[in-house]
């Protein structure tokens, strides 16, 4: 799990990261980032149901997404809020292919 001063979690940082941020796009993951005022980045993940209707599914990707993040990135990228968006095609993936 993220450390709380990792985590995204107010509507206007969220609207703040959709309105000013660059975003780019994978096949199956989409970035949205936008520099913030702190020495910290902080992170979110958005799971829809066009993913899979099933909770725990989607809770799954996002524990394993926050898991990479925590151990890869967040120490290295400093003030920005970035939101990852999953898409689709990441349903039929496996973690060492997310981490990829």
Known sequence: MLKKRYRLNKNKDFDRVFK???SAY???L???AAANNSADARFAVLVSKKISKKAVA???L???IRNIL???YVQKIKGYDVVIV???PIANKK???IKA
């Open 30 to 32: 989409g970035l949205k």
């Open 58 to 60: 989607r809770n799954k």
């Open 95 to 97: 973690f060492e292919e």
């Open 26 to 28: 994978a096949p199956s």
């Open 86 to 88: 999953c898409l689709p």
């Open 20 to 22: 000013q941020g660059a």
């Open 70 to 72: 925590r151990a890869e």
């Open 62 to 64: 996002k524990r394993q």
